[in-house]
Nanobody, 115 residues
Framework: VQLVESGGGLVQPGGSLRLSCAVS????????MSWYRQAPGKERELVAT????????DYADSVKGRFTISRDDGESTVNLQMDSLKPQDTAVYYC?????????WGQGTQVTVSP
């Protein structure tokens, strides 16, 4: 199983980034997909989740209205569109796949929001 994130980088406050996670080695449509993040010195936190059908999404309060999670079942990818970025969004962002009895993590991609 592989989860490979891409799209991180350096962006100015107010800017946008789009993260992608390419998934292989599992039946993608069986899994809830999430993005987590971990800032230096802080615990890893859940940012956004999309269910296995792509019908329901949930967001951390800190990103509601700014971030959008989506999935492409044909390409086995999950995306995170991040708009109106703030310095406090700086973190390593991780892709996560979960179903009953199994979960997998990507290696993470760095997002830095700075002038």
């Amino acid at each position: 199983v592989q989860l490979v994130e891409s799209g991180g980088g350096l962006v100015q406050p107010g800017g946008s980034l789009r993260l992608s996670c390419a998934v292989s080695g599992l039946t993608f449509t069986d899994y809830y997909m999430s993005w987590y993040r971990q800032a230096p010195g802080k615990e890893r936190e859940l940012v956004a989740t999309i269910d296995d059908f792509g019908f329901r999404t949930d967001y951390a309060d800190s990103v509601k209205g700014r971030f959008t999670i989506s999935r492409d079942d044909g390409e086995s990818t999950v995306n995170l569109q991040m708009d109106s970025l703030k310095p406090q969004d700086t973190a390593v962002y991780y892709c996560h796949a979960r179903r009953w009895g199994a979960e997998y993590w990507g290696q993470g991609t760095q997002v830095t929001v700075s002038p």
